[in-house]
């Protein structure tokens, strides 16, 4: 039996877990889902995942959330290369410290940036205060310089040599500015030549189809306009800006 796997190509985290799943020919049924249409507060999602988050996994019987655990229950159940979350001690403690890290460091003010950009003027018709918008960029150019300095250092990847679970979170969070025309790798060759070293270990073609969505954002204005999510997406918005 297959792995089902409820996803949302917009959502960093799906992409993830997509990425790692085709990367290691892990057999799964693709389950799409669309947060923008309310999919996931469906009742029928609701049975799969009562936290109505995506992404969800179901195997057989057993049901899981969270991108990290179906990650690493991935990792485990089907034996997955060893670099991807190391069995040496020190480097797979290396790969959790960067995945307990980023969850406030990098994922927070990156997706704050292209919902400020791209999904504030879409659903409230207003752009984003100035102020707001400046202080969201300097706190995701610090983090992005604590992730050069103390992460990537002179290594090819975020736990040496090799590429693992770490990098594709990364890379995932670091991409979705671009769905906003912003783009975080100007003028950072150490960050661009590991996106580039990352993508060629993922493949290009695997790479450009998970990016596909994002990278056309600026398709969303017609897929909101009957959203059933536009009051929901305006409280998520108020609460950022709070």
Known sequence: MVLELYLDLYSQPCRSVYIFAKKNNIPFEFKQLSLFEGQHYSEEFGKINPLRKVPAMKDGDYQLAESIAILLYMCRKFKTP????????????????????????????????????????????????????????????????????????????????????????????????????????????????WRERVKANIGKELFDEVHELILNAADLPKKMEQSVMLPHLKSKLQKMLN
């Not at 999904?119 to 310089?145: F, W």
């Not at 050069?148 to 693992?164: M, P, T, Y």
Request: proline share 5%.
């Open 82 to 193: 060893d670099h991807w979350y190391p069995s040496d001690l020190q480097k797979q403690a290396k790969v959790d410290e960067y995945l307990s890290w980023q969850h406030a460091a990098i994922r927070a003010p990156a997706s704050k940036i292209f919902w400020f950009k791209l999904m504030m003027p879409i659903i409230t018709g207003n752009n984003t205060p100035q102020a707001k918008m400046d202080s969201t960029l300097e706190e995701l150019n610090a983090s992005l310089q604590l992730f050069e300095e103390n992460f990537l250092q002179d290594k090819n990847f975020i736990v040496g040599q090799e590429i693992s679970l770490a990098d594709i979170v990364a890379i995932v969070e670091l991409m979705q500015p671009l769905g906003s025309c912003l783009d975080i790798f100007e003028g950072r060759p150490k960050l661009t030549a």
